[in-house]
């Protein structure tokens, strides 16, 4: 059974940075695609950023040169290091997994995409 465990999660300043671990467990695919989404209170989930077994990524514009995803698939590991937080961050943060997946060019994750999610992790930046 996929399991998905984020950590990390916490209160920091605007400009300040975290970093946020997916523990991945019964997943063994070797070509996948895996994400991170989030959902602020009153709004949709929305993707952060995607990485695929290649090791492509892709982020929100909204992300772009403050967010980096990685993976290390040694430990079925998945991370999002955050730099240059903002107010507008603040949400509830999601790991998602989905077998087979892999993208190109301007495609961006949305949650249709992804079958196996995990509990969440909450992000709270302070002005």
């Known amino acids: 059974q996929v399991q998905l465990v984020e950590s990390g999660g916490g209160s920091v300043q605007a400009g300040g940075s975290l970093t946020l671990s997916c523990a991945v467990s019964g997943y063994t695919y070797s070509s996948y695609c895996m994400g991170w989404f989030r959902q602020a209170p009153g709004k949709g989930r929305e993707g952060v950023a995607a990485?695929?077994?290649?090791?492509?990524?892709t982020y929100a514009d909204s992300v772009k040169g403050r967010f980096t995803i990685s993976q290390d698939s040694s430990k079925n590991m998945l991370y999002l290091h955050m730099n240059s937080l903002k107010p507008e961050d603040t949400a509830m943060y999601y790991c998602a997994a989905e077998p087979g997946l892999s993208f190109s060019g301007s495609w961006r994750p949305h949650t249709s995409d992804f079958g196996y999610w995990g509990q969440g992790t909450q992000v709270t930046v302070s002005s």
């Open positions: 990485i695929d077994s290649d090791g492509s990524t």
